[in-house]
Nanobody, 124 residues
Framework: QVQLAESGGGLVQTGGSLRLSCAAS????????MGWFRRAPGKEREFVAG????????TYADSVKGRFTISRDNAKKTFYLQMNSLKPEDTAVYYC?????????????????WGQGTQVTVSS
């Protein structure tokens, strides 16, 4: 059974940084793309970043380009989202998700497995 577990969320001031981790279990991830999504209070869940199976392709939402970096360590079956220059509008529950295909996509319906989410709060 595939399970994803996010960690690393918390409370940070504007301009600060956090690194989210997503640990996968019950599967190998070497040939799986993955993505990070977020849901802010009162809003729909939205795409944040995605990475393909061998990390030579990444995609970012315009709102986080230049501030967030997605990466992966297949040996550890762990994915990361480094978030710098955080803004109050980044406050959300962040979810990692895994595809059963090689390439990342921005569409949440194309990700089969999801974590429970981790809260990120950016204070002004």
């Amino acid at each position: 059974q595939v399970q994803l577990a996010e960690s690393g969320g918390g409370l940070v001031q504007t301009g600060g940084s956090l690194r989210l981790s997503c640990a996968a279990s019950g599967c190998t991830v070497r040939r799986n793309a993955m993505g990070w999504f977020r849901r802010a209070p009162g809003k729909e869940r939205e795409f944040v970043a995605g990475i393909n199976w061998n990390a030579d392709s990444t995609t970012y939402a315009d709102s986080v380009k230049g501030r967030f970096t997605i990466s992966r360590d297949n040996a550890k079956k762990t994915f990361y989202l480094q978030m710098n220059s955080l803004k109050p509008e980044d406050t959300a529950v962040y979810y990692c998700a895994l595809r059963t295909f090689l390439m990342e996509t921005v569409y949440e319906s194309e990700y089969m497995y999801w974590g429970q989410g981790t809260q990120v709060t950016v204070s002004s």
